[in-house]
């Protein structure tokens, strides 16, 4: 199954969930970090940890590239992937609490 726009992945989970083979496709890693969380919640770590993921950064190399490209786009995602890993693929909004990322390359 090929959902070239996936969003929020409703037909991901859904082709997951019946076995099916599946390509999902989408421009942000904001959608791809939801997909994710659903397929966590739903079917497990499991689940997510059979993902094979393209254009998401998995080491400091990918990082740093991701980093450096001169597309102003891409810095925003950047920005989206890194808040998103490091909480855990899910957004948390709470009252009267200031959130600092900090990444440090080396």
């Not at 970090?33 to 998401?56: F, N, P, Y």
Request: proline share 2%; charged share 30%.
């Amino acid at each position: 199954m090929l959902d070239a726009f996936c969003g929020c992945g409703t037909t991901v989970a859904v082709a997951n969930r019946l076995r099916r083979r599946w390509i999902g496709m989408d421009i942000t890693y904001q959608s791809v970090a939801l997909i994710l969380k659903r397929l966590k919640d739903s079917e497990g770590q499991a689940a997510v940890d059979a993902v094979e993921l393209h254009g998401v950064p998995r080491d400091m190399e990918s990082v740093d590239a991701l980093i450096h490209k001169r597309d102003d786009r891409v810095r925003k995602e950047f920005e989206k992937w890194a808040i998103l890993t490091y909480l855990d693929n899910r957004a948390v909004r709470k009252p009267n609490l200031e959130l600092t990322l900090s990444l440090e390359l080396v």
